[in-house]
């Protein structure tokens, strides 16, 4: 007997059915609130003082973080005559003009110190340092009022 001859059987290819799909609304981006920087620069004590032949006098310093942000706050030596000089941290590290202060929290306060060196032979004098601070997170941007510290040195004695 003959082979059967295979024969073409159309096929029914059923089409999709289409429903709408659910595509969510995205939420609205939380804004983000902008930073605020800020820093206030103070006296710990008085601004005047007087420091005799052969001394190392300290100046109190009180630095606070106004801002929003924990924040690298830095003193800087703005303008300053006279004699030697350095800005130093409780913990022992100093600078001759700009001593930074890391991770200052919002409404934390950092003491630093004036520390000013009188020489034995130094001359009877008032010498005046203007400082100022900075924050470091701002780009330096965002700086406090300067204040001005005096020394005397009064004539040996």
Not at 107 to 116: D, E, P
Not at 143 to 153: D, G, K, N, R
Request: proline share 14%; with cysteine.
């Amino acid at each position: 007997p003959p082979t059967p001859t295979p024969t073409v059987t159309p096929s029914f290819t059923p089409e999709p059915e289409l429903t709408p799909t659910w595509t969510p609304i995205p939420p609205t981006p939380t804004p983000i609130p902008p930073v605020r920087y800020g820093l206030v620069l103070a006296a710990s004590g008085s601004t005047e003082t007087t420091c005799a032949h052969g001394q190392t006098c300290d100046v109190g310093l009180l630095l606070t973080n106004s801002g929003d942000k924990t924040d690298t706050l830095a003193l800087l030596l703005v303008q300053g005559d006279g004699l030697p000089l350095q800005l130093c941290r409780p913990d022992g590290v100093c600078a001759a003009n700009d001593l930074q202060v890391t991770g200052v929290g919002p409404g934390n306060t950092a003491y630093l110190l004036l520390r000013v060196h009188v020489p034995a032979d130094a001359a009877a004098q008032s010498s005046s340092y203007v400082l100022q601070a900075t924050s470091v997170e701002s780009g330096r941007h965002q700086m406090s009022q300067p204040i001005t510290i005096q020394i005397t040195v009064p004539a040996p004695g």
